[in-house]
């Protein structure tokens, strides 16, 4: 008999009544600002194509950057494939496979190959001696990704970047305000690429931005992301059109103006998820390097079946049926993805043991203590009581 998840009744009653919980709770900041902001766009008459609010938005992202140049575009996906199109990378690029889709993508789109590489096993990030392995005179580019905030070895991937003549940029979508050695995520490589959309910690509904001390790449940027028009009002280039509107500046700005506070309310959400959660086996809060600083955007579970008995996607379930939607960042990894995999399948062996055991739990500013609370107490009863549940489960859903 087929039974619904619910009916387990492992932790009381129905949660209809609960608010549902996500990752990545947009994060709008003061909503009056906003529409001020709005407001004031829409009487200047001025909406799209290099806008003061968007002008605004990259001055105030560069200052925190400390980069020379920052480039808005309408979302980071065009963002990475700008800046491998302005670049003139060709053939394959390196990257992790423990990351977004839009990573490949952004290189796939455009006629490059992209060539997934291992990561460390603690960090989920590129493992330096794994990349060197895969270079080869093909390679145009290593694209790193600061996984959950936390910086990719970016000196290490300067050094290799350098010796072997290749590109190397960053996909920063997790990483605004964080640092890497006590410098801005934002200036490392010959770029990096930021997201705003609506789930990240600064956000502007749909947006991105590169950042870079390169000008001469900033200036093809600012003419790659308006078809190729560049500052002569000639078409030198084969553009696309990957502008900033001055809605998602204002939302941008917005959203920018808040992030002291919600880094510090996220600080203080992962802070509770770590104690309520300490001590119960098989169960990891992934901890922040503290000489860092971080957004603390991402509050990420590591599960261990073995441990826990309880595998990650029933605990998954379990929490959904609770109305907390937690989300698999990232699995399966790119390279299991239809659209990636190969036959046979490339195996990474740190990527796949990482992206089996990944959850990540809502958390943001409209996530309550209360709220964290209980989901802490839905993990730690569902961890304990792993193989009672998997058992359970057996019964109740046919495989
Ligand atoms: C969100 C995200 C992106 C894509 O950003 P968009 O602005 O939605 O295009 C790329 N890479 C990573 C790692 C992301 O998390």
């Given at each position: 008999m087929?039974r619904?998840?619910?009916?387990?009744?492992v932790?009381?009653?129905?949660?209809?009544?609960?608010?549902?919980?996500?990752?990545?709770?947009?994060?709008?900041?003061?909503?009056?600002?906003?529409?001020?902001?709005?407001?004031?766009?829409?009487?200047?008459?001025w909406?799209?194509?290099g806008?003061?609010?968007?002008?605004?938005?990259?001055?105030?992202?560069?200052d925190?950057t400390?980069?020379?140049?920052?480039?808005a575009?309408?979302?980071?996906?065009?963002?990475?494939?700008?800046?491998?199109?302005?670049?003139?990378?060709?053939?394959?690029?390196?990257?992790p496979?423990?990351?977004?889709?839009?990573?490949?993508?952004?290189?796939?789109?455009?006629?490059?190959?992209?060539?997934?590489?291992d990561?460390?096993?603690?960090?989920?990030?590129l493992?330096?001696?794994?990349?060197?392995?895969?270079?080869?005179?093909?390679?145009?580019?290593?694209?790193?990704?600061?996984?959950?905030?936390r910086?990719?070895?970016?000196?290490?991937?300067?050094?290799?970047?350098a010796?072997?003549?290749v590109?190397?940029?960053?996909?920063?979508?997790?990483?605004?305000?964080c640092?890497?050695g006590?410098?801005?995520?934002?200036?490392?490589?010959?770029?990096?690429?930021?997201?705003?959309?609506?789930?990240?910690?600064?956000?502007?509904?749909?947006?991105?931005?590169?950042?870079?001390?390169?000008?001469?790449?900033?200036?093809?940027l600012?003419?790659?992301?308006?078809?190729?028009?560049?500052?002569?009002?000639s078409?030198?280039?084969?553009?696309?059109?990957?502008?900033?509107?001055?809605?998602?500046?204002?939302?941008?700005?917005?959203?920018?103006?808040?992030f002291?506070?919600?880094r510090e309310?996220?600080?203080?959400?992962?802070?509770?998820?770590?104690?309520?959660?300490?001590?119960?086996?098989g169960?990891?809060?992934?901890?922040?390097?503290?000489?860092?600083?971080?957004?603390?955007?991402?509050?990420i579970?590591?599960?261990?079946?073995?441990?826990t008995?309880?595998?990650?996607?029933?605990?998954?379930?379990?929490?959904?049926?609770?109305?907390?939607?937690?989300?698999?960042?990232?699995?399966?990894?790119?390279?299991l993805?239809?659209?990636?995999?190969?036959?046979?399948?490339?195996?990474?062996?740190?990527?796949?043991?990482?992206?089996?055991?990944?959850?990540?739990?809502?958390?943001?500013?409209?996530?309550?203590?209360?709220?964290?609370r209980?989901?802490?107490?839905?993990i730690?009863?569902?961890?304990?009581?792993?193989?009672?549940?998997?058992?359970m489960?057996a019964?109740?859903?046919?495989?």
């Amino acid at each position: 008999m087929k039974r619904a998840l619910t009916d387990l009744a492992v932790f009381g009653g129905p949660a209809a009544f609960l608010r549902p919980l996500l990752v990545g709770m947009p994060t709008v900041g003061d909503r009056a600002r906003f529409l001020a902001r709005l407001e004031w766009a829409l009487d200047n008459e001025w909406l799209t194509n290099g806008g003061p609010l968007a002008t605004e938005l990259e001055g105030r992202i560069a200052d925190i950057t400390g980069v020379r140049y920052c480039v808005a575009t309408c979302n980071a996906t065009a963002a990475l494939q700008l800046v491998l199109r302005a670049s003139g990378v060709t053939g394959q690029v390196i990257m992790p496979s423990l990351t977004f889709a839009a990573t490949p993508h952004s290189a796939s789109w455009i006629g490059l190959e992209p060539v997934f590489c291992d990561v460390d096993p603690v960090t989920g990030c590129l493992d330096p001696a794994r990349v060197a392995e895969l270079i080869t005179p093909a390679t145009g580019a290593i694209v790193g990704v600061h996984l959950w905030g936390r910086a990719a070895p970016v000196t290490e991937l300067e050094k290799l970047a350098a010796e072997h003549g290749v590109k190397l940029f960053f996909d920063a979508a997790h990483a605004f305000g964080c640092t890497s050695g006590d410098r801005p995520i934002g200036g490392f490589g010959n770029a990096e690429v930021f997201s705003f959309h609506a789930t990240k910690t600064v956000m502007s509904f749909e947006g991105g931005a590169v950042t870079t001390d390169d000008g001469e790449l900033a200036e093809q940027l600012v003419a790659l992301r308006s078809f190729g028009i560049d500052r002569n009002k000639s078409v030198t280039a084969v553009g696309m059109n990957a502008k900033m509107s001055e809605c998602s500046a204002a939302m941008g700005l917005t959203s920018l103006d808040a992030f002291g506070e919600t880094r510090e309310r996220n600080r203080e959400n992962h802070a509770l998820y770590r104690s309520e959660l300490s001590g119960v086996p098989g169960i990891e809060v992934l901890p922040f390097d503290e000489s860092e600083r971080n957004n603390h955007q991402y509050v990420i579970l590591l599960t261990d079946h073995a441990v826990t008995g309880l595998h990650r996607d029933r605990l998954q379930t379990l929490l959904q049926a609770e109305k907390v939607f937690p989300q698999l960042y990232f699995s399966p990894p790119c390279h299991l993805m239809p659209a990636y995999r190969t036959d046979p399948p490339l195996r990474l062996e740190h990527t796949e043991r990482l992206s089996e055991r990944v959850l990540a739990l809502p958390t943001g500013p409209s996530v309550s203590f209360e709220d964290i609370r209980r989901v802490s107490s839905i993990i730690r009863l569902a961890a304990e009581r792993g193989e009672q549940i998997d058992a359970m489960w057996a019964g109740a859903v046919p495989a």
